[in-house]
């Protein structure tokens, strides 16, 4: 059960962290304007809230580990807004970090 909520506070983490970057993008670079670059802004400010709450207590390794979901994320995410096509080395560099995520968050620790 702890794994899941884990797993789930980073999919929420990558929603606010890369839907606001994004945000921040268009009311910048397709000068879209402010009110989407402080929806943006605010988003941000939710994924800091989000990384927060994972039941791991050290901040290095959720935000390493959380590292390799947000690559992953960032191409589906780019996959889905902006009709990217990621190739077949940035899906193996997605799966490479995702597995680094899972073994720094999730392999078993002599505690």
Known sequence: MVTARSLTLFVL???????GAWLVWQGV???RGWIW?????????????????????EFGRV????GGVF????LAWGMVAD???PDRWDVIGALVCLAGMA???YAPRGR
């Not at 983490?13 to 839907?19: M, Q, W």
């Not at 402080?38 to 207590?57: E, K, R």
């Not at 935000?63 to 959380?66: E, F, P």
């Not at 690559?71 to 960032?74: K, P, Y």
């Open 13 to 19: 983490a990558a929603l606010f962290e890369i839907g």
């Open 29 to 31: 670079r397709e000068h």
């Open 37 to 57: 670059i402080g929806g943006g802004v605010l988003a941000l400010g939710v994924y800091g809230l989000v990384a927060t709450l994972q039941p791991d207590a």
């Open 63 to 66: 935000l390493a580990a959380y």
């Open 71 to 74: 690559v992953a994320g960032s």
């Open 83 to 85: 009709g990217y096509r």
């Open 103 to 105: 073994l720094i968050m």
